[in-house]
Nanobody, 128 residues
Framework: QVQMVESGGGLVQAGASLRLSCVGS????????MGWFRQAPGKEREFVAA????????HYAESVKGRFTISRDNAKNTVYLQMNSLRPEDTAVYYC?????????????????????WGQGTQVTVSS
């Protein structure tokens, strides 16, 4: 089983940066596909970014491409989301998620239904 705790959210002005962290526990974290999703009030949860188990493959939503960067440090069981040039429309609760990777293949997915474990979320608020 994988348990995850997000941190790093906060209130910032448009144009600022934040770095979210997600610390995982459990042996499966190292080979898990990791993703970041977000949910704004009154909206459905949406995919933000994902990274393969060894960091070799990444995938981003079009809305964040070029502004956000996902990375991971398996030695620290941590995945990061560096968010630059934040916009008010980035305001949401951000969740990290883990998909257990039974095959060991180097892949990513943006399908929330594929993820097995979720963190509790961290609030990001961007003021204009």
């Amino acid at each position: 089983q994988v348990q995850m705790v997000e941190s790093g959210g906060g209130l910032v002005q448009a144009g600022a940066s934040l770095r979210l962290s997600c610390v995982g526990s459990g042996r499966t974290f190292i080979t898990a596909v990791m993703g970041w999703f977000r949910q704004a009030p009154g909206k459905e949860r949406e995919f933000v970014a994902a990274i393969s188990w060894n960091g070799g493959v990444t995938h981003y939503a079009e809305s964040v491409k070029g502004r956000f960067t996902i990375s991971r440090d398996n030695a620290k069981n941590t995945v990061y989301l560096q968010m630059n040039s934040l916009r008010p429309e980035d305001t949401a609760v951000y969740y990290c998620a883990a998909e257990v990777n039974y095959s060991g293949a180097n892949y990513v997915t943006d399908n929330a239904d594929r993820y097995d474990y979720w963190g509790q979320g961290t609030q990001v608020t961007v003021s204009s």
